[in-house]
């Protein structure tokens, strides 16, 4: 099956400071890459992702993507406590996610 | 609330039962998918649907779990003869055709 890998697999760091999270992913067969926010719930949709090279923001948020070099980042500026979360990349063939394992991420204030 | 919604949020069984979950996709979406989830892991897909047809299968999907999503509207999942291996969180998702997916809120079956 083809994998996802995210690192780090954990990450603290205080209030205010920026963040950047690693995916990368093998590709037989590649239609898009994905990130969740995972709280202790269902994860919620942050972007996704299809032409390498453009930049998705959303508020602090923002994601690229890298389609030569099979990976992606997920940066997130100015952290705040409520951003404390697993962060989930996936890719999809043509339908289901293949997921990573998640960067669970911690915020002291 | 629009969104995704699954019944029951919490599931304690025996081993050896059956249980069924329910998901209700967001109306206007056409798949349909099942994943499931451990602790320290991520979501694995199970299998999913476009409308009512079911499109494809993981090979973790035993002879002993089934879907249906009759009229392409709401699915069920079932488990049959359940294990303590099958305890997870059973997630459920929709999308409009191949756009991102939206998860409901899980179901977490415990097997005793």
């Known amino acids: 099956e083809d994998k996802v890998v995210q690192s780090p697999l954990s990450l603290v760091v205080h209030e205010g400071d920026t963040v950047t999270l690693n995916c990368s992913y093998e590709?037989?067969?590649?239609?898009?890459l994905l990130w969740y926010k995972q709280e202790k719930k269902a994860p919620t949709f942050l972007f996704m992702l299809?032409?390498?090279?453009i930049e998705k923001k959303s508020g602090r948020l923002s994601s690229i993507l890298d389609k030569k070099e099979l990976f992606s980042i997920l940066n997130i500026t100015a952290t705040q406590t409520g951003d404390s979360a697993v962060y989930l990349c996936?890719?999809?063939?043509?339908?289901?996610?293949?997921f990573g394992k998640g960067t669970r991420l911690h915020i002291l204030p | 609330d629009t969104g995704v919604s699954q019944d029951p949020r919490h599931k304690i069984t025996k081993r050896g039962q059956n249980v069924t979950f329910r998901c209700d996709p967001i109306?206007?979406?056409?798949?349909l998918y099942w994943y499931r989830q451990t602790l320290g892991q991520g979501p694995e897909f199970l299998t999913y649907?476009?409308?009512?047809?079911?499109?494809?299968k993981s090979r973790l999907l035993s002879d002993r779990f089934s879907a249906e999503r009759p009229k392409g509207s709401f699915s069920t999942l079932e488990i049959q003869r359940t294990e303590q291996g099958d305890s997870a969180m059973y997630l459920c998702?929709?999308?409009?055709?191949?756009?991102?997916?939206?998860f409901g809120p899980g179901t977490r079956l415990t097997v005793t």
């Open positions: 996936g890719r999809t063939p043509p339908a289901k996610i293949i």
């Open positions: 109306s206007e979406h056409n798949r």
């Open positions: 590709v037989t067969n590649f239609r898009s």
């Open positions: 998702a929709s999308s409009e055709g191949p756009l991102e997916q939206y």
């Open positions: 649907f476009q409308n009512e047809a079911q499109l494809e």
């Open positions: 299809t032409s390498s090279g």
